[in-house]
């Protein structure tokens, strides 16, 4: 699974394009936020779950940026690998060994934005 680092170097500073056409075109917004869940490998066997009565155009294959709005620096950014029906009200799930590292720091219901990400705009590792 593959996860990604922010950014374009310029002069030895990460930055992020935002104003990119394919990313107004997605459905999620940059303003609404979306509460998380935070899963164990038996709920579910993959790094990203997102509902797809949430995001219902969520593919395959695609990249996903998850962060705190009062951090916005502090992005996570996932592939969802397949697209699987969610149990109970869950909108976004994260697997918790991910979710809970320092540099993100997620708590469970804790009210997160997703949007996807442009994999033009990360190196992925």
Same mark, same amino acid.
Request: aromatic share 8%.
């Given at each position: 699974?593959?996860?990604?680092?922010?950014?374009?170097?310029?002069? @030895?500073?990460?930055?992020?394009?935002?104003?990119?056409?394919?990313?107004?075109?997605?459905?999620?917004?940059?303003?609404?936020?979306? /509460?998380?869940? +935070?899963?164990? #490998?038996?709920?579910?066997?993959?790094? #990203?779950? #997102?509902?797809?009565?949430?995001?219902?155009? /969520?593919?395959? @294959?695609?990249?996903?940026?998850?962060?705190?709005?009062?951090?916005?620096?502090?992005?996570?950014?996932?592939? +969802?690998?397949?697209?699987?029906?969610?149990?109970?009200?869950?909108?976004?799930?994260? +697997?918790?060994?991910?979710?809970? %590292?320092?540099?993100? @720091?997620?708590?469970?219901?804790?009210?997160? %934005?997703?949007?996807? /990400?442009?994999?033009?705009?990360?190196?992925? /590792?």
């Amino acid at each position: 699974m593959e996860r990604g680092v922010k950014g374009k170097e310029n002069n @030895g500073e990460m930055t992020l394009d935002n104003s990119t056409p394919d990313r107004d075109s997605c459905p999620e917004s940059d303003k609404e936020t979306y /509460a998380i869940s +935070l899963h164990s #490998l038996k709920d579910y066997n993959q790094e #990203l779950v #997102l509902n797809p009565e949430t995001f219902p155009n /969520a593919k395959c @294959g695609e990249y996903y940026e998850l962060y705190d709005p009062k951090f916005p620096e502090k992005k996570l950014v996932l592939r +969802l690998d397949s697209v699987t029906e969610s149990r109970g009200s869950v909108q976004v799930s994260v +697997l918790k060994t991910i979710a809970t %590292r320092e540099e993100f @720091g997620f708590k469970s219901f804790q009210r997160i %934005r997703v949007r996807k /990400a442009l994999k033009e705009e990360y190196r992925i /590792a």
